[in-house]
């Protein structure tokens, strides 16, 4: 089992940045890919971004070339790097653990979440 806190939400005005950890405790970190879901109010939960067990990482569309995802496995830490936010951007941001190969898209996917930290992206 795995136990994930996210940190560093706040709020930015448009334009600004904001990263994101998702710090892991418990097994092996590097056993699982870690994702980052969205959601903002009224809204479904969505896909943002993942890191894949072995390596590669795959950003959902609205993301691609704001967004960056590193991992850092002695530190138990993944980070989301956002730049460029935009007011749509604005919700809950949450980390979660799959042992699924490849880019795990889908909610379904994973197995562990943490509780979630607030970005808001005023205008």
């Known amino acids: 089992q795995v136990q994930l806190v996210e940190s560093g939400g706040g709020l930015v005005q448009a334009g600004g940045s904001l990263r994101l950890s998702c710090t892991a405790s418990?097994?092996?970190?590097?056993?699982?890919?870690i994702g980052w879901f969205r959601q903002a109010p009224g809204k479904e939960r969505e896909f943002v971004a993942t890191a894949g067990r072995t390596g590669g990482i795959y950003y959902e569309d609205s993301v691609k070339g704001r967004f960056t995802i590193s991992r850092d496995n002695a530190k138990n830490t993944l980070y989301l790097q956002m730049n460029t936010l935009k007011p749509e951007d604005t919700a809950v941001y949450y980390c979660?653990?799959?042992?699924?190969?490849?880019?795990?898209?889908?909610?379904?996917?994973?197995?562990?979440w943490g509780q979630g930290t607030q970005v808001t992206v005023s205008s």
């Open positions: 979660a653990a799959s042992t699924v190969f490849g880019y795990p898209g889908r909610q379904s996917d994973y197995d562990y």
């Open positions: 418990g097994r092996s970190f590097s056993r699982y890919a």
